[in-house]
């Protein structure tokens, strides 16, 4: 019985208590589920009046930045089912003072802090960007090779690991500055970029979103994986970089923990 | 007669005390303001496509796309508020049973909180304006002093119809547990028929005759086009002007029989 096996069942526990908690409210499965398709489809408008007029951009045709849109909707719906619900009651904690007892329980405070709360009905955004990477690919007429599929997941699963790091980063950020869900509300506003190719994107726009917040790291990449047009060496500088970004959101995360001083003190 | 006056009497202490609040919470402000990037992200996309060799996009060239976005995120940053979140709190925890005693109507409570943030959120939008004063895109603003008074009104008919609207979508809280998730669905509405995410004269025709006709196009695109001088003919600048306002005086009067409707409601409740 290691930590890592008490870890896992503590995950299985709190997994299950948010499982519990939507199951209480099935009515809004069923609207989130509606606003989730409508969404779907109103957020291919400008893709659609774009292609309408020309056939390629910036070298994406049509199915390809479907595909780059498809995976857009899966990471979004990964980060507003399982991320942002967690991190977002962070902040709140921390100014009631309610955070000390997190802090007692004999955790990792982390870990307990990114797993308090789960919205399972954001499966259907998830399914929603599943369906868009077929239908890109029926587009295309030929199925991705299956060592491409397997590179694509990975470098998902490395967007998702950067997504949680930049959400770990804006709570312990609001350690000192209290009042941060506002930055929260920025970052996704920031991330509406991403369902773009970022090769569509010039000067300013594609530093910004390929080194400040690397966007072109969360969709594009595995996109490109997927088309089996990303070189190798992308592929593990973006693996790098996510890895990176952990540690350090990590490591800003103990700081923070060591100078957080309750919220009446 | 009196109440007339009474509130007349309030109103600068009423924006005295908005003001005060902006200034209080100025670092959230900005911030909540920054979160309209929305344009800054489609002019880096657009412009960039439009300089590609290939078909036009209707009459919108690199120079057109710069001034519209730019424009755009004047306009909303001007004329948008959190006046749902607001009012969905005051329900939420009673605060609105203290609003409802003031002697003053809450509609004007509200506006006079929000029109002090005005001059702030000018300020947030001001380099904007100078960067597209001064950029290539410069050349498309108007000069002709009858359409610049024409647009200043245009400008406050935006402001009023959507604020109005947005008082109209809080006050479904009355009725509505949800009244947020109404704004999610309006906002969706909104981004396409109002000129936000992609400006009108590229979506389909059937499109574009519904947003002619629609609310939407007046809160946004309508100043917009007019700034940066899509509207050739005077005649047509006012012809829209009017719509504009009946527009205007429609929102006011739905939001002023809904928020009526509901308070009977939320007293009854006995809270």
């Known amino acids: 019985m290691t930590a890592l096996g008490r870890y896992l069942r503590l995950f299985g526990v709190q997994l299950r208590a948010s499982l519990t908690t939507s199951m209480q409210y099935r009515v809004d499965f069923l609207i989130e589920g509606a606003m989730s398709i409508w969404w779907l489809g109103w957020n291919l408008v400008p893709l659609l009046i774009l292609y309408d007029v020309r056939h390629e951009v910036a070298g994406w045709n049509f199915p390809s930045a479907l595909l780059v849109i498809a995976w857009f909707t899966l990471l979004r719906g990964l980060m507003e089912g399982a991320i942002n619900p967690s991190l977002i009651g962070v902040v709140e904690k921390i100014r009631s003072g309610e955070f ?35 239908a890109a690919f029926i587009m295309l007429g030929k199925p991705p090779a299956p060592g491409d599929v397997l590179v694509g997941i990975v470098l998902l699963l490395a967007a998702a690991m950067v997504l949680y790091s930049l959400w770990i980063l804006i709570v312990s950020a609001s350690f000192w500055v209290i009042r941060l869900d506002n930055l929260a509300y920025l970052f996704s506003a920031v991330f509406d970029a991403a369902r773009w190719p970022i090769q569509v994107f010039r000067g300013v726009w594609r530093f910004l979103f390929t080194v400040i917040i690397p966007l072109a790291l969360m969709t594009t990449y595995p996109a490109m994986a997927m088309l089996g047009k990303l070189e190798a060496r992308t592929a593990i500088a973006a693996l790098g970089g996510a890895l990176l970004f952990a540690a350090v959101s990590r490591l800003l995360w103990r700081a923070a923990i060591r100078s957080y001083t309750s919220a009446s003190s | 007669m009196t109440r007339v006056r009474a509130t007349l009497r309030a109103t600068p202490t009423m924006l005295r005390v908005g003001l005060a609040e902006t200034v209080a919470y100025r670092v959230e402000f900005v911030i909540w303001m920054l979160t309209t990037t929305l344009p800054l992200i489609m002019l880096g996309l657009w412009t960039s496509v439009a300089s590609e060799p290939g078909k036009q996009f209707a009459q919108f060239g690199e120079r057109e796309f710069v001034a519209y976005y730019i424009g755009a995120l004047i306009v909303r940053n001007l004329t948008g508020s959190w006046v749902v979140w607001q009012i969905n709190e005051e329900i939420r925890r009673g605060m609105l049973s203290f609003r409802l005693l003031r002697p003053i109507h809450p509609f004007v409570t509200y506006a006079a909180t929000h029109i002090s943030s005005v001059p702030m959120r000018g300020l947030v939008a001001l380099p904007f304006a100078v960067i597209l004063l001064f950029s290539t895109a410069g050349d498309l603003i108007i000069t002709d002093p009858a359409l610049i008074g024409v647009l200043a009104a245009s400008l406050l008919g935006a402001w009023l119809l959507t604020f109005f609207m947005l008082v109209m979508i809080g006050s479904l809280g009355l009725f509505v547990d949800k009244s947020t998730a109404v704004f999610d669905v309006y906002m969706g509405i909104f981004a396409v028929l109002s000129g936000y995410l992609i400006p009108l004269a590229l979506l389909p025709d059937w499109a574009q005759s519904i947003a002619r006709v629609a609310p939407f196009r007046y809160m946004l695109a309508f100043p917009v086009e007019l700034a940066i001088g899509f509207y050739h003919a005077r005649g047509d600048a006012l012809r829209d002007l009017g719509v504009q306002w009946l527009w205007v005086t429609i929102v006011i009067a739905a939001a002023l029989v809904v928020w009526r409707a509901g308070i009977r409601r939320y007293e009854a409740f006995g809270s």
């Open chain 1, 100 to 134: 000390d007892y997190l802090l007692l329980k004999p955790a990792d405070a982390q870990f307990l802090v990114s797993t308090t709360r789960f919205e399972p009905w954001k499966v259907v955004d998830m399914v929603g960007g599943l369906g868009l990477a077929l």
